[in-house]
């Protein structure tokens, strides 16, 4: 058999299956590739992106009719990226190897595509009309990892794709490689989902089937640490839920207590409140603020780099607290900071620099080394922001 659309310089699709010691299966995956392409009449190829297999893998490839590429770089998103790279089809459907997924049923997503979406997504779940046949999916799989990576990347992202792991997807190449994909491993599934959703692509699903593979050897996909992998790029790529939102409860909940306790103790179901926790609000507070600095560092720095979109309601805020504004408030902290710590001074005098009582002076204490502290880090954290916000060639 010869290489589909051998002799066509720019097919319409290409079919990339990542590869890693897949002889097993890798064989059914093309044929059934070139079964949709002949029924069809696509005009298409079929990539095999090998990530350095020492089974036979790359022969039984090209023996099948497919383009094999090697990517030297481990990885399952650098294998796809590989394959993707070289793949010449205006359109990309992407598969995994081990026969879990039906390439005969791949005409659907081509569809979608010409219609103007950019990414299609499969779904194999219930709740997308999909299908997981028996054995297909490890019960840690269904009940706890696919539905709480693809919850955090809705609530995170707003995203509309209801399951972020499905390894069957047909996409606009260069719509796909404008986004700059830079994960080398499994978590590639989410990221090529997050930015898509980030940049306004155009997404639509589809519901599919599940089988379960062919492989007698153990998966590649590591449970706990790709589970990882995905969470932590989810968070390291939404500073809103990692720093911003944490920051903001731990700042007005530090607030309100120490605002509180100021006055005096507080006698809450019998338990009582003084200046213990009021030291405990100020460090949630000082907290706090430290979280909300490092989600502002972290947009702009994002947005400044091309890894996130620029977000219109952090420009506005800009042109209202500038470097000159923050270095104001923060003077204005620090004056109250000293001016509560000058009475604490004159308290302590009061008492003819003697013995004191620990809840009257650390009232007084406590929130002016608070104040002053908030406003030094509101003074260098301004001076930084506006670092971060130069323009660069």
Same mark, same amino acid.
């Given at each position: 058999?010869?290489?589909?659309?051998?002799? %066509?310089?720019? &097919?319409?699709?290409?079919?990339?299956?990542?590869?890693?010691?897949?002889?097993?299966?890798?064989?059914?995956?093309?044929?059934?590739?070139?079964? *949709?392409?002949?029924?069809?009449?696509?005009?298409?190829?079929?990539? *095999?992106?090998?990530?350095?297999?020492?089974?036979?893998?790359?022969?039984?490839? =090209?023996?099948?009719?497919?383009?094999?590429?090697?990517?030297? *770089?481990?990885?399952?998103?650098?294998?796809?990226?590989?394959?993707?790279?070289?793949?010449?089809?205006?359109?990309?459907?992407?598969?995994?190897?081990?026969?879990?997924?039906?390439?005969?049923?791949?005409?659907?997503?081509?569809?979608?595509? =010409? %219609?103007?979406?950019?990414?299609?997504?499969?779904?194999?779940?219930?709740?997308?009309?999909?299908?997981?046949?028996?054995?297909?999916?490890?019960? #840690?799989?269904?009940?706890?990892?696919?539905?709480?990576?693809?919850?955090?990347?809705?609530?995170?992202?707003?995203?509309?794709?209801?399951?972020?792991?499905?390894?069957?997807?047909?996409? =606009?190449?260069?719509?796909?490689?404008?986004?700059?994909?830079?994960?080398?491993?499994?978590?590639?599934? #989410?990221?090529?989902?997050?930015?898509?959703?980030?940049?306004?692509?155009?997404?639509?699903?589809?519901?599919?089937?599940?089988?379960?593979?062919?492989?007698? =050897?153990? &998966?590649?996909?590591?449970?706990?640490?790709?589970?990882?992998?995905?969470?932590?790029?989810? $968070?390291?790529?939404?500073?809103?839920? $990692?720093? $911003?939102?944490?920051?903001?409860?731990?700042?007005?909940?530090?607030?309100? +207590?120490?605002?509180?306790?100021?006055?005096?103790?507080?006698?809450?179901?019998?338990?009582?409140?003084?200046?213990?926790?009021?030291?405990? #609000?100020?460090?949630?507070?000082?907290?706090?603020?430290?979280?909300?600095?490092?989600?502002?560092?972290?947009?702009?720095?994002?947005?400044?780099?091309?890894?996130?979109?620029?977000?219109?309601?952090?420009?506005?805020?800009?042109?209202?607290?500038?470097?000159?504004?923050?270095?104001?408030?923060?003077?204005?902290?620090?004056?109250?900071?000293?001016? $509560?710590?000058?009475?604490?001074?004159?308290?302590?005098?009061?008492?003819?620099?003697?013995?004191? +009582?620990?809840?009257?002076?650390?009232?007084?204490?406590?929130?002016?080394?608070?104040?002053?502290?908030?406003?030094?880090?509101?003074?260098?954290?301004?001076?930084?922001?506006?670092?971060?916000?130069?323009?660069?060639?």
């Amino acid at each position: 058999m010869g290489e589909t659309n051998r002799h %066509q310089e720019r &097919p319409e699709v290409s079919i990339v299956i990542p590869c890693l010691n897949e002889a097993e299966t890798l064989g059914g995956c093309i044929r059934k590739a070139h079964e *949709v392409i002949d029924t069809h009449n696509l005009s298409a190829e079929i990539v *095999v992106a090998d990530n350095g297999s020492h089974d036979g893998s790359p022969e039984i490839a =090209r023996d099948l009719g497919a383009r094999v590429v090697h990517a030297p *770089v481990k990885g399952y998103g650098a294998a796809l990226m590989a394959g993707i790279e070289a793949a010449r089809g205006t359109y990309v459907v992407m598969a995994d190897a081990d026969g879990s997924y039906d390439l005969g049923a791949i005409l659907p997503f081509i569809e979608k595509l =010409r %219609q103007g979406y950019s990414l299609v997504m499969g779904c194999r779940f219930p709740r997308g009309h999909g299908t997981i046949m028996p054995e297909a999916m490890p019960w #840690s799989h269904r009940w706890l990892g696919n539905p709480i990576l693809t919850g955090v990347g809705r609530l995170f992202f707003r995203s509309p794709v209801s399951d972020f792991n499905c390894g069957l997807r047909a996409f =606009r190449r260069d719509t796909i490689t404008a986004l700059d994909l830079r994960t080398t491993g499994m978590e590639f599934a #989410s990221e090529m989902v997050i930015k898509a959703t980030l940049k306004g692509v155009p997404i639509a699903e589809i519901p599919i089937t599940l089988y379960k593979d062919g492989r007698t =050897r153990p &998966p590649h996909l590591r449970r706990w640490r790709d589970g990882w992998r995905h969470l932590r790029f989810m $968070l390291l790529y939404s500073p809103s839920w $990692l720093f $911003l939102i944490p920051g903001c409860v731990f700042f007005f909940l530090g607030a309100a +207590s120490g605002g509180v306790l100021l006055s005096g103790p507080v006698q809450i179901w019998g338990i009582g409140f003084d200046t213990n926790t009021l030291l405990v #609000s100020a460090m949630v507070m000082l907290l706090g603020f430290k979280l909300i600095a490092f989600a502002v560092f972290a947009k702009v720095f994002a947005i400044s780099e091309g890894l996130l979109p620029e977000d219109p309601s952090l420009s506005r805020v800009f042109r209202f607290v500038t470097l000159e504004v923050g270095i104001v408030i923060g003077l204005l902290c620090m004056l109250a900071g000293f001016g $509560l710590l000058g009475e604490g001074v004159l308290y302590w005098r009061r008492h003819d620099f003697g013995p004191l +009582s620990y809840p009257d002076s650390l009232r007084l204490v406590i929130p002016g080394v608070t104040a002053l502290t908030l406003g030094v880090e509101i003074i260098f954290s301004s001076f930084f922001m506006s670092m971060l916000g130069l323009r660069r060639r």
